[in-house]
């Protein structure tokens, strides 16, 4: 076991501005009832499909130990509900967090979830280590958003997983504008301030940068996540090669992104570009970072990270090899197949419903129908393509709806069999 990484202290000025904020301006919006997210969880397909996205080679568990670093008022609330046999912490550094979690903890009857004011610079004093952190829109909001990560990552199993949610700059250039246009005239996160925005919004002219993110961000027609995004005191963006590089200060090594497909130039309408099969040359970071520059409106990245010394390496599913038939494909729950209005050639045209870019479709032939509907969360990729002319197919098929976020793997069995 490594030792707890020291923090260093962030500036004590910004930290309590932030606080202070985040006091006043509570993130999310408060919610009162977690009914309809416990329904939502309820479905067995939907929690393994969750945990083998974070660990495609670890044998379904449902008793993890999980933190919620800046859990704000419901992250770590519904965690407890989405995993009742696991012990969940949720820490905060704004006293209206905890409070809003503690009701939602009493309501819910939630005794699987601690709750406790605390920066998660300080996460060491809990004396616990984790097997999941998860940290969402938190890091970037801090002076020291690397002193941040290498305390959450002294808190890590050798074996556990980060997810981690951070600001992408050329998405968020409208709100950048507008936070400076606020800086500069002084508009304060006050009551007033907010709503004086809010009027202001509507007369933005046709084409600003911000225009487009007002009408499909939903979380912005309430006045908290607009003077979250607009009236933050600190906040940073990370460009994909900047993401890396801060993974690498907190010695943590990149697994994969949440939604992978829209990173991925063989997916949607980057595979289609005259630059397709330069871009696909580069190393994987680059290309990444190309499809970045080339997307332009991407406005956060969701990253699914590891320790860098974790024992084996970084556990995700490999085609390369010879391991893949005894993969076991677990279907994302919430794909659709779709089978009107057509593409020509196609029998059938996937969709992830959480992708925004509409251009991540992918339209499949009769016989990739047909493994595709042969998913059951039980049979391998083998099992469910026995013979030795479907395997060609199955493997470039199987690995193609990994990347459309399709799929997740079970890969436990592949890993038993290799190390019996
Ligand atoms: C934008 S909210 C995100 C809340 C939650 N993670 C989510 O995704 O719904 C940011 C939260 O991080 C908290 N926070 C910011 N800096 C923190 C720090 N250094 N330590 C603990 N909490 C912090 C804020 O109080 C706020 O509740």
């Keep these: 076991m490594t030792p707890p990484h020291e923090p260093h202290s962030p500036p004590p000025d910004m930290a309590a501005v932030v606080q202070g904020f985040y006091e006043r ?138 997810h981690l949610m951070v600001y992408a700059p050329y998405g968020r250039t409208g709100i950048y504008l507008l936070q400076e246009f606020c800086r500069r005239i002084g508009v304060a996160a006050t009551d007033e301030g907010i709503r004086d925005l809010v009027t202001a919004l509507k007369f933005l002219p046709p084409g600003h940068p911000l225009e487009n993110l007002l009408r499909q961000a939903p979380d912005f027609r309430h006045a908290a996540a607009l003077a979250d995004a607009l009236l933050n005191p600190q906040d940073r963006a990370y460009s994909v090669p900047q993401l890396f590089e801060f993974l690498a200060q907190g010695s943590l090594s990149f697994g994969r992104w949440l939604q992978q497909a829209p990173y991925r130039p063989q997916c949607g309408a980057l595979a289609r570009i005259p630059q397709a099969g330069r871009i696909a040359q580069l190393p994987m970071a680059e290309q990444f970072a190309a499809v970045e520059l080339f997307r332009g409106t991407m406005m956060m990245h969701g990253v699914v990270a590891y320790r860098a010394d974790r024992p084996g390496g970084s556990p995700q599913p490999d085609f390369a090899g010879d391991a893949w038939p005894a993969y076991v494909p677990i279907g994302q729950p919430d794909t659709i197949l779709v089978q009107e209005k057509l593409p020509p050639g196609a029998a059938a045209v996937l969709i992830n419903r959480n992708h925004t870019y509409t251009d991540l479709y992918l339209p499949i032939d009769a016989a990739q129908k047909q493994l595709f509907q042969a998913i059951d969360g039980k049979r391998t990729i083998g099992e469910i393509a026995p013979g030795p002319a479907q395997r060609t197919a199955a493997r470039s098929l199987f690995e193609t709806l990994w990347w459309y976020d399709q799929v997740v793997f079970d890969t436990s069995r592949a890993d038993a069999s290799a190390n019996p």
């Design 25 to 162: 301006y509570p993130y999310p919006q408060p919610v009162e009832n977690l009914d309809s997210y416990r329904q939502l969880w309820h479905d067995p397909q939907r929690r393994r499909a969750d945990h083998h996205l974070f660990e495609p080679a670890k044998p379904y568990r449902e008793d993890a130990r999980i933190l919620i670093a800046g859990c704000g008022t419901s992250q770590a609330a519904k965690h407890a509900v989405r995993w009742p046999a696991a012990q969940v912490t949720g820490i905060d550094f704004s006293a209206t967090s905890v409070r809003c979690t503690e009701e939602l903890k009493r309501k819910h009857q939630l005794h699987n979830l601690q709750v406790q004011q605390l920066p998660l610079e300080r996460a060491a004093e809990l004396g616990v280590r984790f097997d999941q952190i998860v940290c969402t829109g938190v890091l970037h909001h801090l002076a020291d958003p690397v002193a941040g990560l290498q305390a959450l990552r002294s808190v890590l199993e050798p074996d556990g997983v980060m």
